[in-house]
């Protein structure tokens, strides 16, 4: 008998019943020390107390409204986001998929409105992952999401991450733009090189389409910048987030300069739940603390600490740790061994971390992590790795 709720994940048998910081335990009370962060999502860990204040008194005012009124919470979030970034004007939706299709949209539109209407496709990476919405899967291009969903939504063109000669090649009559994530999260933890976003930034200029990011998991302080592309010192013209945007409430976010928004005029896109008052209070929370002086520093620190914890365990453990990848608090370690086996080898010793594609063993603590639990953390990996090497 197929079980009340529909089964599409394969699920961890545990369940926890509350978080407190960097930790998670279970109605039995143990304790795991969460690097899973619920997918990069839990960015100040669990039952943050500004965070906690913020949602209890928005919870006794207002919870919902709609868009056909003025949301006072939208207008200071979007403010705080295009203050500290390079857009104009944002558009909430509920999450990463959400947000990702409105970008794409938005890159289509563009184009419509500016007299190239016939400019209506979209150049991916091959790894890529955009979300499980028609669309979005579409964009992602893996197999594994897309089979048994035909027919495939159309208007996407696909190159090898990292190659500017294919990606040059790409280029016709009918470009719209371009959509990378500077890191691939679920591809496997594979940062693009920065010199790679500075010339897609300079061959979207060059040929007068749309550069899109998808930062729904580098975004919000995880890489130690607030936005991933930064590091490169370049700005998309349009950019989807998510993730870690609320601290674990569902958001997502399109932000875009004016000139990209240009065709997002009333009654082109919207959503019932959007941006509401709950969503934009825990966001503006959550901005309070990543916006703090420091605190992106912080990150930074910790994750050049966590870079060099994993790149020791990784030499230490040569049958069953292959290398390591990533930036800021987004870091990866591909395995020799499935990383299944590598993942269940960390619960067991109490920690939380996240499969990716490429074999890899995703770390993305919550922000707040502190020296003493990457301590614990590369503790409990050493333990599960010299179990793991004895049994081969
Ligand atoms: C998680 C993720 C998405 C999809 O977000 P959902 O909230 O699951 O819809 C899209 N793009 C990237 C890069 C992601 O990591």
Redo the contacts with the bound molecule.
Sequence with gaps: MIPVVMPVYSRTDIAFDKGEGMYLVTADGRRYLDFGAG??VNSLGHAHPHLVAALKAQAEKLWHCSNLYRVPGQERVAGRLVAHSFADTVFFC???????EGVIKLVRKYHDETGRPERNRIIVARG??????LA?IAA?GQEKHLKGFDPIVDGFDRVAFGNLNELRAAIGPETAGILV?PI???GGIVPASLDYLRALRAIADEFGILLAM?????GNGRTGKLYAHEWAGITPDVM?T??GLAGGF?I?AILATEKAAVGMTPGSHGSTFGGNPLAMAAADATLDILLSDGFLEHVRQMGDLLWNTLGQLVEAHPKVLLDQRGAGLLQGVKCKVPYGAVNAALLGKGLLAVGAGDNVVRFVPPLIVEPSHIAEAAAMIDAACTELAADL
């Design positions: 997918v990069a509920n999450s990463g998929a959400e947000a990702m890529a992952f955009h979300g499980r919405t979005t992602g994530e691939q999260g679920e998808d930062e729904v998991q580098t989807g998510a993730k569902p997502g």
